[in-house]
């Protein structure tokens, strides 16, 4: 089944302590993205990948790493997660072409305290 | 990056005809406009997109303006799962750099009253 796979589905953590939320797309798409999604905010995107070894800057990027080592996974990193990070992540993938349908995984919901 | 522009709710009966606006006046040539739909707690799913002629499939109809500049999306017959928060985006089809830069925005929220 084509899917979008986040890692973990909730996490709570404290301030200061380095974390990773995985995402995996089983679809061999190119382009990958991170979004969050808070109260009245809307979703906003984070960082972006076109494709291996290619990411660039979304519109909320502060205090976020990505990475692309391989096509399958795009991973989000918070080295040092702060309480305003406290928000519901997802990632989303999609192909090339003119019908580049964006497939988006399942949220994560992150608690920074 | 060009923005779109959406009413933060709307209501509709339910197994009425839902019309959803979007306006995106700086809307290029090569965008494609493209409509998500995101469901209680559930990531945005896909629903439909279009560059210039009227599209239909099963879940919906999308009415693009002649000048492109606004678009309505279009559900037949409103049901209580058709709830959701309604996404309208421009997708470029020329891939590459910035136009990785999807602007989603807040969306419509749409209520179905029974």
């Known amino acids: 089944e084509a899917q979008v796979t986040q890692n973990p589905r909730y996490l709570i953590t404290v301030t200061g302590k380095k974390l990773t939320v995985t995402c995996s797309q089983n679809?061999?798409?190119?382009?990958m993205s991170w979004y969050r999604q808070d109260p009245g905010l809307g979703l906003r995107q984070i960082y972006y990948s076109m494709n291996v070894e290619v990411t660039d800057k979304g519109d909320v990027p502060e205090g976020y790493k990505v990475s692309r080592k391989e096509k399958r996974n795009f991973p989000l990193i918070l080295e040092s997660p702060s309480p305003n990070q406290t928000s519901l992540y997802f990632c989303?993938?999609?192909?090339?072409?003119?019908?580049?349908?964006?497939?988006f995984g399942s949220g994560t919901q992150l608690s920074v305290l | 990056d060009a923005k779109t522009t959406q009413p933060n709710s709307m209501e509709s009966n339910e197994e009425e005809p839902v019309h959803l606006p979007c306006n995106h006046s700086t809307i290029s040539g090569t965008d494609y406009i493209h409509w998500y739909r995101q469901l209680p707690s559930q990531g945005p799913e896909y629903v439909i997109h279009g560059l210039t002629s009227n599209v239909n499939n099963r879940m919906a109809s999308l009415a693009i303006a002649e000048d492109r500049k606004s678009s309505t999306l279009i559900l037949h017959r409103a049901t209580l799962r058709d709830a959701a928060v309604y996404y309208c985006i421009l997708r470029d089809r020329n891939y590459g750099g910035s136009q990785g830069n999807l602007i989603f925005g807040k969306g419509t929220k749409l209520s179905v009253k029974p």
């Open positions: 679809m061999n798409h190119e382009y």
């Open positions: 989303a993938s999609s192909s090339v072409g003119h019908n580049e349908k964006l497939f």
